[in-house]
């Protein structure tokens, strides 16, 4: 068990208006980390988006810890070197391409919803910041090779099991999809979130939870759970909890965080996520939204988000600037008490490890051996860990439904095609991938599609050539 004497935690993707302001809170937080010498090193390749989050980190750091160091660079190694951990969100022209991964797809027949982490557009998705994350952890051996990795970057569960499996890092991933399902089944149920224990066991974005208990009396809640699912109106929340509902009756579990994520990765879910005529939605007739990236094209996270307007629309249409002095003015929160330490499990962990706290994290992305008992070894598993001085301990789960493990199966498969796909530059091996896929079409309408792609985003897409 190592000891710190101090402590530096490097931010890569750090112009993130969400991920970077939201740990680095986190960290400022953090009465027992910031007793150690701190330093944040924070990177970015833009480097206008780079220098709004290092404004923000100073002004935070000027009223939490003055003695705490702030750097920001444009160069990976320099903000690596000697890092004990390092937090990665990554993201190039977010919405211009993911726009892509769900139009495009969809145009071809692919029954594909959102265009995230599953379908076609996840495929896509993956091959656009595999390059990069390669890039991070293969430096991370050169200058850092003892750090942790902690990994926010989606598609999670593609991009954690091919790292692991490509490089020598420590690497973890991390989502707080889990603690959404948590607060959904609290909601339901009319109980406080700390009032239940639950154990989640799946794949990112596609997970169940196997157990659902009442702390104080150790019974268990699915019961009643089951019972107030069918006192709700049948569309209250639709875009959100619809199809968990649903599922829940079906296999007896509740699945998280949403349709929009639960639904990428099965055909017959494009019927529980109304949102999904609006996505991105444009007129074909009088725009041609990707002729440039300024398009007017719009995030849809749910139908609710269209009257509430939801954080991740915010994120895509805000100027920086803005998001960061209306939502993270600090001293403002302060005096309100709005500042809370947020959902996000890279931190907790860091403190645990750090200082041998035993810690208890509800969901972390490792690599399967035998944790998730009925889903494939070697694949990249969403479950229970408990973390101390000593690292991560990935904890053994309950057994998920079949059907459910047939379903996560297929993506471990896809995953392991994608893998080869990039490693040997190879559109057949993306093809047998595509062809695997839930949503597929057609052979013809493959093959269009994968060439299209390539065609749209061939400025961020790796080389794969057919063979």
């Known amino acids: 068990m190592k000891k710190y004497e101090k402590l530096k935690i490097a931010i890569i993707g750090a112009g993130s208006v969400s991920f970077c302001p939201s740990t680095v809170l986190d960290i400022f937080q953090s009465e ?3 007793t150690l010498p701190l330093e944040i090193a924070l990177m970015d390749i833009k480097k206008e988006a780079l220098d709004v989050s290092f404004g923000f980190c100073q002004k935070l750091r000027d009223q939490k810890n003055p003695q705490a160091k702030i750097s920001a660079t444009t160069n990976l190694k320099e903000a690596l070197h000697d890092a004990d951990f390092v937090v990665t969100a990554i993201e190039k022209d977010r919405y211009h391409y993911w726009s892509q991964d769900f139009h495009i797809p969809r ?3 692919f029954r594909q919803i959102y265009g995230e982490n599953g379908g076609p557009g996840g495929l896509f998705h993956t091959l656009r910041n595999l390059g990069p994350m390669l890039e991070i952890a293969h430096a991370m051996e050169e200058v850092c090779p003892d750090a942790l990795l902690l990994n926010y970057t989606n598609p999670e569960a593609k991009l954690v099991e091919i790292i692991l499996k490509s490089t020598k890092i420590k690497a973890v991933g991390l989502c707080h999809g889990e603690w959404w399902g948590v607060w959904q089944v609290a909601h339901m149920l009319g109980m406080k979130m700390e009032d239940i224990e639950t154990e989640a066991c799946g794949l990112n974005h596609f997970a169940c939870l196997t157990k659902i208990v009442d702390k104080k009396t150790g019974k268990d809640l699915y019961p009643l759970l089951k019972e107030k699912e069918k ?7 639709w875009d959100h909890d619809t199809l968990s509902r649903l599922m829940l009756r079906i296999y007896g579990v509740w699945m998280y965080p949403g349709a929009n994520h639960i639904g990428e990765y099965f055909a017959w879910s494009d019927a529980y996520l109304a949102s999904a005529a609006m996505q991105f939605f444009y007129d074909p007739a009088t725009e041609n939204p990707w002729e440039n990236k300024n398009n007017p094209l719009e995030l849809v996270y749910t139908v609710d988000s269209i009257v509430n307007r939801d954080w991740e629309t915010e994120m895509a249409q805000k100027d920086a600037n803005a998001i960061f002095e209306s939502a993270f003015t600090v001293k403002d929160k302060e005096e309100s008490g709005d500042i809370v330490q947020s959902s996000e499990y890279g931190v ?8 041998n706290k035993t810690t208890k994290i509800g969901a972390v992305n490792v690599l399967n051996d035998g944790y998730a008992p009925n889903l494939p070894n070697g694949m990249a598993v969403e479950i229970p860990a408990i973390v101390d ?3 991560i301990h990935p904890q053994k789960t309950a057994k998920i439904p079949t059907a ?10 896809i995953t392991e095609l994608l893998h080869e796909a990039y490693n040997e530059k190879s559109r057949n091996k993306l093809l047998q991938a595509v062809l695997l896929d839930p949503t597929v079409s057609s052979y013809n ?3 269009a599609m994968i060439n299209e792609m390539f065609e749209a985003q061939k400025e961020v897409l790796p080389d794969l050539r057919w063979n």
């Open 32 to 34: 027992e980390i910031n």
């Open 107 to 109: 145009k071809y027949g």
């Open 231 to 237: 006192q709700l109106p049948k569309l209250a929340h």
């Open 348 to 355: 907790p962990i860091i403190e645990a490890i750090v200082f």
């Open 389 to 391: 001085g000593d690292g």
């Open 404 to 413: 459910l493990a047939a379903m996560i199966a297929t993506q471990g498969a």
């Open 445 to 447: 309408n493959a093959v």
